[in-house]
């Protein structure tokens, strides 16, 4: 089974990459984060005819996440209460007896300000989910953009960034808890050197040759799934093409 996770930072605007990375991968699952459209204007019918089940929500400019499926995507649980609070951060279902979890984790603006504080109260709610709802034995999937660094390796200047938004410490001791649970960050199996990235940002020059970016966006497992893992990887093809995202995708493979 072959995964992906792409924040496409407006899937209407990126609509053309989406489909033709599709077409030259073949998912079996893709989790979309910031898709940034109202749910009535999500463009489902274009991923329909390519024959993937989808679930999503999303608002006009901000967030928004979705889950693409060649399998029929079950137990739908779309925000984390029967409210669907945080609904269009949050989506979870099932596939071939796989939960999965796709998550847009809060950016957090600076560590001094409100939106931090609702970063961290956010990951603390999703590690309750987990804890309340899973057990490490699940066949559970956690994708999306973490807006999280947490290894030095992750971000290419680790000493200079200590402290700044996506590379705090209280960022990465919300992390571990979550390894600390179960999780497995399988990309991390299989790839060890630095200078592997998934956001670049648009206002630095360069960015991509300069080797000036974060590893943000991840694919965690349970220990039993992350056993099946037999590769993970990072494609930045659709980083370099003409109007990307900020952010490129991060693949992996299972033997499921």
Known sequence: MKVASFNVNSIRARLPIVLDWIRKESPDVLCLQETKVPDADFPQTAFKDMNYSVVFRGEKSYNGVAIFSKIPLKNVQIGFDEYESEGSRLIIATVNKITIVNTYVPQGVHP?????RYKLDFLR???DCFDKNFQQDTALLWMGDFNVAPEPIDVYDPNHLLGNIGYHPDEHAALQRFKEWGFVDVFRLYQHDPG????WDYRVKNAIARKIGWRVDHIWATPALAE???K???DIAPRLLEKPSDHTIIAA???I
Do not use: G, P
């Open 253 to 255: 493979e299972f033997r």
């Open 196 to 199: 592997q990235y998934t956001f």
């Open 112 to 116: 001094l300000m409100k939106q931090f």
């Open 228 to 230: 099946k893992s037999t």
């Open 232 to 234: 993970a990887w990072i």
């Open 125 to 127: 709610r999703l590690y």
